[in-house]
Every structure is written in structure tokens, then in C-alpha cells.
């Protein structure tokens, strides 16, 4: 809902993208200030290349390498599951 307050296309395909990171963040329950930080700070490291030379899959968090987890501090990634009604 709040995408319809972007302001414009750009902007609500922006907003989209990054509500797409906090929730999946959200749902591999990892801090997410932390792993938007990490994010920001890599994709500063490759703005210099073209995109699509890059592989950003390797930032989604199941593809997570063990030293990353643990330099952000997740020491395990698992799905939230629903609690039955």
C-alpha cells in the first residue's frame, strides 16, 4: 500500500525491491539491519562492475557462505513457520 505514495514508477519499483529484501530477510530470520547493511556495503564494492557480470544470487540468504553467517551473526537460517489456528 505504500508503494502507491513512491512518487513515481522508479520509485515504486525501488520501494518494492527493497520491501522484498526485509521480508525475506524477515523470513530466514535474519537481522535485518544487519543484512541491508551487509548488502549496501557489497553492492558499494560492486558498482564499478557492469551488472551483469555480477552473480547476486550469491547475497540471497540461503546462498549465504558460512563466514558470512557468522560475520553477521546468523548462526541459523531457517523458515518461520505458521502457527496453526
Known sequence: M???????????????????????????NLDVYGYVTFLLKEMVKLRSL?????????????????KLREEMDVYSISIKKKKSV
Not at 6 to 28: K, R, V, Y
Request: hydrophobic share 45%; with cysteine; aromatic share 14%.
Open 2 to 28: 505504500n508503494a502507491l505514495f513512491a512518487g513515481c514508477p522508479d520509485g515504486a519499483h525501488t520501494f518494492a525491491t527493497m520491501e522484498s529484501i526485509i521480508q525475506t530477510a524477515n523470513l530466514w
Open 50 to 66: 557492469k551488472a551483469n557480470s555480477v552473480d547476486y544470487s550469491q547475497f540471497l540468504p540461503w546462498n549465504l557462505t558460512p
